[in-house]
């Protein structure tokens, strides 16, 4: 029974596993690798790039081999043959002319590496039009048309990969552990519509009056689809539903009996809900969702397993957005050029390093793309079901800024709000206090008012809620971290998500990024500053600590997120059955070995986005 006082364990929220991604740096495993400053990084890239495949080897040293023969390669070897491409396609860097429309005038930005943009991604995902009608979701093919204009938007492809990549962290099909699907719930964010999908709708609507001739002008549906923001986080509930035909059941309607299950509710996957909140996107939606989780209202019946993911490709179809943000708040190679006028040649900063939060560099932002996932579930549901518990989610909120009159991220009043919420719920609801939390993900946009601003408002809120939980001494210096400046860029609605994974990271005792492009601290950051560790160097992470992610956007949108090591004394912390309990507990080790390795074969593996979604979908009629 629950123990008087403790928080019940099906109001406790866990993620389970970590982050999948893909970003300018490359997918999960180059991007862990370049935070680690592992040399792997390079090999891992030519994996991105379809150079090697990865056969065998552990977790911490792969085994690269050929993809043309399959024959082994080392990591000079790799080095030698395309170390120069990799790097040149990686990271922050200029866009190619033809990508540009032509009257825009800045073409720095951070694109997917490689190919990943031009069908290197649906590689990697097995996504393709033949890999989707050879597999057991073949009913789906339509939906994957090799046109580009027809098949899904990039957008689409990112939330697939990094949504259903994340459920690599669980060790039974998904099916299996929650028998209703409608208890199942797909929680996004993005800032951004597919917007080269949306291009794509310039083509006639009115095949038989256009004069346009192009056999795709009549496919309508499938163009207005894949340009919607819902689009992507709509497939992804789409192929974890049962496989059921349309076209089949317009012939045959008993087939539909399939998903009749006991009581009212269909055998489907709840319609997946999608925030749009400018960078907050990511945040807001966990912030609704969680509280879904959560709630006890009668009648309502709560999602028990979420599938919180984000994705954006705001530059495509011609990078026109690099205009819409002025080329005061952007990156660009003369406003480089004038950073650099003067220094010796060793203290120039490259164009890859030129998004640079809290130095006094600071002169603009980065644009780029990218798309991750993670697997959020009560501690109830993963205790039952033996599931790697790699954070507490002990605090959340979500505020609308509304005090300033400049439509900027960080100006104004009241952007400490929803870090306050957040905190204030990690005390109410699960007795951390703000001392608790020692590292800050930082939204850390590039500009010197976003730097100046967000350590304000971080100031604020601690001091704020430090003196609301009665305490007199000094506030702990906290380190501090910001994904975007390993090369990442500014991938707006995703950004938050992102920094989550990072903080789980943390409190998972791992290393997580620093400001890797840090080289003097901006002299104007103000007192708050005084409270803050930053440094170039990877953070090392606490296994016992908390880790804190507010994000600011546009429009006076904010989020954050606290997150606690699950720990055994954490856990303990909770109303839970105590035999169930510590027979996770002592479980636990071989539980987490197993999804470290589960994750990394898998995400080593082409074609794991499709083998996942045939595994974990709920089926259907035979």
Known sequence: MTAEGKLPAHRVLVTVGTLCSVSSVGTTETHRAVVNEDPSALGFAAFDAGYVGIEGGTVDSPAFVRSSDGSAIDLATIEAEWGAALRSNMGIRRLPEERVASHVPCDVAAPLPHDLESGGLRRLAGLGFRNIR??????????????????????????????????????????QMLPEPHRFRVAAGSAFPGMDSHHAMSLGMQPKRELV????????????????????PALVSAFLAPAISLSRVRRKPE??????????????????????????????GLSDVATQMVSDYPGLVPPQCVLWTAADA???????????FGLGAMMHNDKLAQINEGRPA??????????????????????????????????????EHGLD??????????????????????????????????????????????????????????????????LSNLHFARTAVAAKQGLNERLRDVTIGAPKSVGDGHTMGETGLKAAGEAIRYVLGEKTVGVPTLRNLDPDLGDPAEFVKIGAAPVDGDPDGGALVPTQGFGGYDGAVALRSATPDALRRYGVFEECLEGYLERWPEIRRDRVEREARLRRTRGFVLQLADEHRWAGAS
Not at 357 to 380: K, M, N, R, W
């Open 134 to 175: 050879q597999s057991g979701l073949s009913d789906m093919f339509g939906l994957f048309d090799d046109d580009p204009r027809l098949g899904p938007s990039l957008q689409a492809q990112l939330f697939l990969y990094g949504g259903i990549g994340a459920l690599a962290a669980l060790p039974r099909p998904l099916s």
């Open 213 to 232: 001739e192009d056999k795709k002008n009549d496919r309508l549906a499938f163009r207005l689809a894949a340009s919607l923001s819902t689009h992507g």
């Open 346 to 383: 060793a203290d120039q900063r490259p164009l890859n390093k030129s998004l640079a939060p809290f130095d006094i560099d600071a002169q603009g932002t980065v644009v780029g793309h990218g798309g991750s996932g993670v697997v959020v579930t009560t501690l109830e549901f993963a205790l």
């Open 389 to 454: 518990i790699t954070s507490l989610i002990v605090g959340w909120a979500q505020s609308g800024e509304t005090g300033g009159k400049g439509h900027f991220a960080g100006v104004g009043f009241g952007g400490e709000n929803a870090l306050i919420g957040a905190l204030e719920m990690a005390h109410a609801a699960h007795g951390y206090g703000v001392q608790d939390f020692g590292h800050v993900v930082a939204h850390a946009t590039g500009t010197r008012t976003n730097s100046r601003t967000e």
């Open 255 to 284: 087939i539909l009996e399939a998903l009749v299950q006991p009581g009212c509710y269909k055998r489907v996957p709840q319609a997946p809900m999608v925030a749009s909140a400018a960078c907050a996107s990511a945040l807001v």
């Open 314 to 324: 705001g530059l495509l179809p011609d990078a026109r957005i690099l205009e819409a």
